[in-house]
Nanobody, 122 residues
Framework: QVHLVESGGGLVQAGGSLRLSCAAS????????MAWFRQAPGKEREFVVD???????YYADSVRGRFTISGDNAKNMVYLQMNNLKPEDTAVYYC????????????????WGQGTQVTVSS
């Protein structure tokens, strides 16, 4: 079982930055790939970025070059550094975990946090 808790959301102006944190229980990185998803009002939850083996990363086109995922294995923490934020980045951001060696399909993310709100004003 993996327990995930996000923090760090807030209100920021367009062009600004935020860093989200995800606190994970257990030996997460040795067994799970970690990811961030987001869900805007009235829209489906969408993939943002996935990280496996602490180094293999895959970004959605919409955030590549602006967002960076990182992890601290010793602290069981995952971070999402978000730069040059845009109003369309406004959403609830979720941390998620999937077992390693599974595909980056929504159904494979078995554990989810409660989400943290990010609002980008224009």
């Amino acid at each position: 079982q993996v327990h995930l808790v996000e923090s760090g959301g807030g209100l920021v102006q367009a062009g600004g930055s935020l860093r989200l944190s995800c606190a994970a229980s257990g030996r997460t990185f040795s067994s799970y790939a970690m990811a961030w998803f987001r869900q805007a009002p009235g829209k489906e939850r969408e993939f943002v970025v996935d990280m496996s083996w602490s180094t293999d990363t895959y970004y959605a086109d919409s955030v590549r070059g602006r967002f960076t995922i990182s992890g601290d294995n010793a602290k069981n923490m995952v971070y999402l550094q978000m730069n040059n934020l845009k109003p369309e980045d406004t959403a609830v951001y979720y941390c998620a975990a999937r077992p390693l060696f599974t595909a980056r399909a929504m159904d494979n993310y078995k554990f989810w946090g409660q989400g943290t709100q990010v609002t980008v004003s224009s």
